[in-house]
RNA sequence: CGGGGCGUAGCGCAGUCCGGUAGCGCGCACGGUUCGGGACCGUGAGGUCGGAGGUUCAAGUCCUCUCGCCCCGACCA
């Protein structure tokens, strides 16, 4: 008890302890009073291993669907990664505030995202008790705008960067994946200010960096990809993808030249089709070919030489007829994007029928009622084989635009595998990835709609240039596991690691282990070490895979064995060897092991 | 919002088809024996079987409704 009082000394009251560890080192914890116990076996509701581990270790708890609490050991893991990010947005010039998660309605609708669909019930809104429309800020945007309005007077004052590390709530219509996506989350995000787009180009290439900067310090892979804005964003965003095969995007990317964008946005080269002199429309029977490949098979074209057409919905219910060369597939972000950012649903028999759609051999020509949407790779061959609007017939020789019109032509193709990249011609490779950070141009879309300007050194005012810049933590520390485990548990990198020193006492029954185990606890924390202390009366079995499933990075033992030989045994989680350290040379070790 | 699955002790599950005193393993508490890779013996605590109606002499089990969670899809500023 002595020693854990003088152990606790360490972390004097009053202070913020972790803060301490990080700057001085020496926090400490006993494993015998640590809230939150481990589990031994696997929760069923868990499908993915980052949620998995985060149960079976106890840094997490889940409280309802997308909504997590924090365990000491996770709350510690988060702390690291949140210091991480706020050396590295310090380090470009950030400057770290907190703005409110209740927020009122006034500010979006100010801004427009009220009542536009895109948040739509992802924005979760009530009122207070003086009936006043308030909403959970799942995003900071109209906060942050509304402060630089008040406070952003000059261009003297720019270029700027506000950040926060803040919880966010995104009522999601399915959370999944553990920590992966939920519902409510802690976000770093940063907003920064400009006279004009040069400064803004310039600050996306620093903050671009920091963002690599802190994925790389939290021993994560990531791609940074080209990436769809979306009807808010402005005119670039990168997206910052963790491979992996759990993750919710698709990138494309290319081994040659470094080509990489999410699938969203990729772009690819499409080819041509085979051009000739425009013959006459030709009916033919095809009986039951009802796919481009036994239309394609039972008229005697390859399928690039046929038209496929790919029908979605409106809310309204209108009929989109997105119509693209047949061998190649729809991408549903850019045909939304075409039509001003509309959500779209595949069209149901019900719309079709309403529209006189004969689903399988639907045809662009002559068709009535409906809003054509075609590739632009339709432009590139003659004399396509297209459905005919009538059960078991198809038209050869179709042409455009001499058969049919488009009210736009424009990209809506779907890069996949083995697609000749866009830059370089080598074929490009798809992947899954997880998007763990977003970084994007705003412009002036909010500072215009909430009058945020500033008086320009030619005394007109301007609104201001806006850059955002979104990273998830939880995301980030679940993205950490998926990379860094093995079949007993957590490795986690040093860098963001709960502790860093796992003490495992092996024969609490015996006075002489206890005596030497505190002693060498505080002794550790002496060092300058955060210590986990498993001071458990648990067999050896035990202790072990609890140290191998939380995954502290170096594992230190004392038992009667180790103090004959005046020395501890040391293992690092990642590795399997273990080596027997004198005393007098341990601090030396694990400061090596931990470099 | 469509499709599917599951709610029984802290965790993992059986029991539900075919109604008849609520069980198993782990964990937890106490005593004892062990003590370097999830020890053993004994004793014990812990469950309105997600909730509400209904059928029945009798409901964990059958019927209706409802809530929650998970998975696939849709969706994802």
Redesign the pocket.
Known sequence: MLARVTAASSCPEGTDAYTLSIQAGGCCMRFSTMFG????????????ES?RLSL?AALVR?I????YAYLPLGWRVLRKITQIMREEMDAVDGQEISMPVVQPAELWRASG?YD?P???P?LLRFKDRGDHDMVLG??H?EVVTALARQEINSYRQLPLMVYQIQT?F?D???????LI?VREFV?K?GYSFHADTNSLDTYFERIHQAYLNVFARCGVQVFAVEADS????GSQSYEFMVLSSIG??TLVTCAACGYAANAEKATFVKGEAAKGDLLPIEKVATPGASTIQAVAAMVGVPTRQTLKAVFMSDLEGQVIFALIRGDLEVN??KL?NALG?V????STTDELKAAGIVPGFASPVGVQNVRVIADESITTGTNFVAGANEPGFHLKNVNYPRDFTAEQVTDIALAQDDDPCPNCGQPLRTSRGIEAG?I?KLGTKYSSAMEATFLDSDGTAKPLVMG?Y?MGTGRLLACIIEQNYDE??IIWPTSVAPFQVHLVS?????PQVVEAAEVLYQELLDGGFDVLYDDR??????K??????IGIPV?I??????IEANSV?C?LRRGES?ELVERAQLAGWIRQALA
């Open positions: 116990r481990t589990w031994r076996e696997i929760p069923s509701e868990a499908e993915t949620h079976r889940q309802a669907a997308g909504i995202r536009a895109a948040p739509g992802a799942m995003t945007e966010k995104r999601e219509p399915r959370a999944r994946g553990g996506r976000m995000d979306g009807i808010f964003g919710e995007d549903m972000t939304s950012g959500e779209l649903h595949a977003h994007f955002c979104g007993r548990g092996l024969g609490t029954n015996n009366a648990e067999s050896a079995g035990v072990f895979n609890d140290a191998d499933l594992r033992t004392i038992s009667k064995r180790t045994e293992k273990v």
